[in-house]
């Protein structure tokens, strides 16, 4: 049985006129024998991820592995903050990421040329039972090996869905934003529908939106409240700032 917490809340949403906004879901799973963390996030999250892990006691050392849903620097570059931790990813998103060239793109190339040398990645195939109660799922189409991570350890199951469905709107819609494939990421949602609807109950945590369990009509709903916002300098004072709520529709 694993004690899970979500460290950072994924958002879904898109900067307008600023690059990637990257708000990635991080979730720390604790078990008698294990710290791990689905994705890792982006070099901005670190001082939250930071002042989250030390809240519940648990140090960068502590983290017994990491697993990846895929290799984009919004989910990916902080792998490096946890010095005994084990690394999972996608065989199929690493052969890909290793062979792309630098570019305008969401690829950190010189985190993915570290983390192929890293002395404790393991590499996951399709359908494999990678550690106990969790099995890896390829979802491709947001990139060629994204992956879910699917978890039986619980009673409940949980499913990591990572970029595949990135939030409610895609899964609702059947559609899909920002993908290299999107007759591949049609697929993948149907594949996570499949494993969604397979127990009733079951969890699924997307990579850029909160936790959602299927109502009795099987339409997807929240669990918990979204907390999001932008504190702003529009002043001559530092001590002045104008707070903008973004955690819901106006």
Not at 48 to 66: H, N
Not at 150 to 166: C, E, I, R, Y
């Amino acid at each position: 049985m694993y004690r899970i917490d979500i460290l950072v809340q994924g958002y879904p949403g898109k900067s307008v006129c600023h690059g990637g906004l990257g708000w990635s879901t991080i979730a720390l799973l604790r078990s008698a024998g294990r710290t791990i963390l689905v994705d890792v996030g982006a070099f901005n999250t670190r001082p939250e991820l930071g002042r989250q892990l030390a809240e519940r006691d648990v140090a960068p050392a502590q983290v017994t592995d990491i697993l990846l849903t895929h290799a984009h620097w919004d989910h990916s570059v902080n792998y490096t903050l946890f010095p005994n931790a084990t690394i999972w990813i996608g065989r199929t998103e690493m052969d890909w990421a290793t062979r792309e060239p630098p570019g305008f793109n969401p690829l950190p190339e010189l985190y993915v040329q570290d983390l192929a040398r890293h002395p404790r990645l393991r590499l996951v195939e399709d359908g494999e039972e990678f550690l106990p109660g969790f099995r890896a799922v390829a979802a491709p189409g947001h990139t060629p090996g994204c992956l879910l991570f699917h978890m039986t350890a619980n009673d409940v199951p949980v499913l990591f869905s990572g970029d595949a469905a990135k939030n409610r709107a895609e899964l609702v819609s059947n559609a899909v934003d920002m993908t290299m494939d999107a007759e591949a990421s049609r697929a993948s949602l149907a594949k996570v529908w499949e494993l969604w609807q397979a127990v009733p109950g079951t969890i699924l945590i997307p990579g850029h939106d909160l936790s959602m369990q299927l109502d009795a009509e099987g339409r997807p709903q929240y669990v918990g409240q979204r907390r999001a916002g932008i504190s702003a300098w529009f002043d001559e004072d530092l001590a002045v700032t104008r707070e903008f709520d973004i955690g819901a529709p106006r």
